[in-house]
T-cell receptor
């Protein structure tokens, strides 16, 4: 199994640009989670999906952030427009429903907004 | 409210010394407990988990953890630390619905040669 796949691994962009982060969960996993990690705030849960449906997006910091899961094998996290304070490492994790089950994390996308 | 506390932000040990990382949780029901490790530049990797049964659980890389319900604790231990164990360690409790987890703030471990 390839594990959770995230792309790109690194992204550098300028303030005001649109950024799209991508995630492919482990095949057969029903739940998908997006996290943000910074030195100041640690690991924050942004949003999670179950069977492609968003369950809780209360962790999304602002309307500039949006996430979609059009099918069971793909999810995106979009920031539009991006700001320097969005610089962080963004992780995607997936889990098999019918738990309890652990979450499996991807390698993360390091985003730098200049 | 559900929460996880890792009292130690940074810990430094000498290679070969024993290690104990503390984790305390607040959870209304029987908790499911996890320890994850994050090496620099990497994602989080599961070390071990407790769902039920024997309160002493074994994990990968020679780690173990003990669930103590009376103390609401799930401390991580290793008898002899290796330099490659230098990383950040996260304790988590769940499940919330759909396997949502509550993570602690993490403990950063440094290993001196």
């Amino acid at each position: 199994d390839a594990g959770v796949i995230q792309s790109p691994r690194h992204e550098v962009t300028e303030m005001g640009q649109e950024v799209t982060l991508r995630c492919k969960p482990i095949s057969g996993h029903n739940s998908l989670f997006w996290y943000r990690q910074t030195m100041m705030r640690g690991l924050e849960l942004l949003i999670y999906f179950n069977n492609n449906v968003p369950i809780d997006d209360s962790g999304m910091p602002e309307d500039r952030f949006s996430a979609k899961m059009p099918n069971a094998s793909f999810s995106t996290l979009k920031i539009q427009p991006s700001e320097p304070r969005d610089s962080a490492v963004y992780f995607c994790a997936s889990s098999q429903a019918g738990g309890p089950n652990e979450q499996f994390f991807g390698p993360g996308t390091r985003l730098t907004v200049l | 409210a559900q929460s996880v506390t890792q009292p130690d932000i940074h810990i430094t040990v000498s290679e070969g010394a024993s290690l104990e990382l503390r984790c305390n949780y607040s959870y209304g029901a029987t908790p499911y407990l996890f320890w994850y490790v994050q090496s620099p530049g990497q994602g989080l990797q599961l070390l071990l988990k407790y769902f039920s049964g024997d309160t002493l659980v074994q994990g990968i890389k020679g780690f173990e953890a003990e669930f103590k319900r009376s103390q609401s604790s799930f401390n991580l231990r290793k008898p002899s630390v290796h330099w490659s164990d230098a990383a950040e360690y996260f304790c988590a409790v769940g499940p919330g619905g759909y396997n949502k987890l509550i993570f602690g703030a993490g403990t950063r471990l440094a290993v001196h040669p």
